[in-house]
């Protein structure tokens, strides 16, 4: 099954994941201009009435962007919705995504057709997070239309699912969209995501180091100098397991060698302590050297991209 049509305008075969307080418009902005997709989750957006104002600024910048450069036009973006109860926020943002035609909403942590065909309705996508092949047959049976693999090596939260089952057993049975996400990071890891069978690969913890990213410069630092030895897989922080730079964890008097377990009562997916304090990141990062402006990142993925592919094909 070919992608939506949507995708035809990616000049990189990427979705910018939507990191939690560091994705912000101008990071955005920047991802869909270098033609990948850029997202950001709506709950960074606070107070929750910035929501509309930021979606105004990109929905416009993008637009004057299309004007200016009918040969390149800007990749489309995405919103990430956190479907779980915790989210009191949820019908205000799905609204609001609403009001500006959000032509890609990723929902996570929960699938519900409701939302779904509210995203249908305005001609938006729907991408759905997922761990393993259970949770993804039940994604698609409520109604999304592609599928986001969070294969172990993830930022953030994550799985544990190495990605070559994983791709494989999803593809025995979906022929539709599917991302794939973990530890991805260079142009040759793109290229080995499509070989793989995803569509597209889904790159995060790479563009905490750029120079639009909203995380503070000790955090952009750790991730220039991070090695997949520094990523400690814990669920303490958040009630699910997630992957975090081991400086964070020792910055905060605690000892990332002897953490303790944390279950569902810890569960805040919108905490910002946590994720401030505590710094998401996925096992990818040694291939990241300096913090630089996204759209230099994203030029140096298809140099990379375009090399690895003409080394296969001769």
């Known amino acids: 099954m070919a992608l939506p049509p ?10 910018g994941a939507p990191l939690f307080i560091i994705s912000v418009p101008d990071l955005v902005i920047a991802q869909c201009k270098a033609g990948i997709v850029g997202s950001f989750p709506a709950l960074n957006a606070r107070p929750e009435t910035l929501l509309d104002e930021w979606l105004h600024q990109i929905t416009e910048e993008l637009a004057a962007w299309d004007r200016d450069h009918p040969d390149t ?9 956190i479907v779980h109860k915790s989210n009191v926020r949820l019908e205000h943002d799905v609204a609001a995504c609403a009001k500006w035609k959000v ?17 249908h309705s305005w001609g938006g996508t729907t991408l759905h997070d997922v761990i393993d092949d259970r949770f993804a047959h039940k994604a698609i049976e409520k109604g999304a239309d592609g599928l986001i693999l969070v294969a172990t090596g993830a930022g953030g939260h994550a799985g544990r699912l190495n990605p070559f089952p994983f791709v494989q057993e999803v593809r025995e049975w979906f022929d539709g969209p599917v991302i794939l996400s973990g530890a991805i990071a260079t142009g040759r890891s793109i290229l080995a995501a499509q070989a793989l069978g995803a569509d597209l690969a ?31 897989y814990s669920n303490l922080f958040t009630g699910v397991h997630g992957n975090y730079l081991r400086s964070s964890i020792v910055a905060a008097g605690m000892d990332p060698d002897n953490l303790p377990e944390g279950d569902l009562s810890t569960m805040n997916f919108g905490g910002a302590k946590a994720w401030k304090e505590i710094w998401g990141s996925g096992q990818g990062i040694g291939a990241v050297t300096c913090v630089e402006p996204a759209a230099v990142k994203i030029d140096r993925l298809k140099a990379e ?3 690895a592919k003409g080394a296969i094909c001769g």
């Open 73 to 81: 036009p800007a990749a489309p973006f995405a919103v990430n919705q």
């Open 6 to 15: 949507l995708f035809d305008r990616l000049r990189l075969p990427v979705i």
């Open 103 to 119: 032509p890609i909403v990723i929902t996570s942590l929960g699938a519900r057709p409701e939302l779904n065909d509210a995203v």
């Open 305 to 307: 991209y375009a090399a």
């Open 202 to 232: 889904y790159i995060g913890s790479a563009f905490i180091a750029t120079e639009e990213a909203n995380a503070v410069p000790p955090y952009k630092q750790g991730i220039v100098e991070g090695r997949a030895a520094d990523i400690v």
